[in-house]
Nanobody, 124 residues
Framework: QVQLVESGGGLVQAGGSLRLSCASS????????MGWFRQAPGKEREFVAC????????DYGDSVKGRFTISRDNAKNTVYLQMNSLKPEDTAVYYC?????????????????WGQGTQVTVSS
């Protein structure tokens, strides 16, 4: 049973930074890609970032490019999302997710395991 546990959310002022963490257990973490998604009230779940199994390749949603960075530490079974220059429109519940494949994907339908989510609130 794969478990994903996010942490690091909170309240921050616009222009500030947060780092989210997602700890994985239940399968060989280094064999699979990972992703981050977010969902604001009344909106669909949105792709934020993804990273391949080795950490050498990553991709980002257009709204976060240049501000967010995804990384992973396979020795710690953890994926991170560094969020800089935060904006009020970044306010959402952020979810860590894992697809059953080593290559990264932005497609939410490709992910079969999800964390419980962590709230990020950016005040103006």
């Amino acid at each position: 049973q794969v478990q994903l546990v996010e942490s690091g959310g909170g309240l921050v002022q616009a222009g500030g930074s947060l780092r989210l963490s997602c700890a994985s257990s239940g399968r060989t973490f280094s064999s699979y890609a990972m992703g981050w998604f977010r969902q604001a009230p009344g909106k669909e779940r949105e792709f934020v970032a993804c990273i391949n199994w080795s950490g050498r390749r990553s991709d980002y949603g257009d709204s976060v490019k240049g501000r967010f960075t995804i990384s992973r530490d396979n020795a710690k079974n953890t994926v991170y999302l560094q969020m800089n220059s935060l904006k009020p429109e970044d306010t959402a519940v952020y979810y860590c997710a894992a697809p059953p494949r080593p290559t990264m994907t932005w497609d939410v339908r490709a992910y079969d395991y999800w964390g419980q989510g962590t709230q990020v609130t950016v005040s103006s």
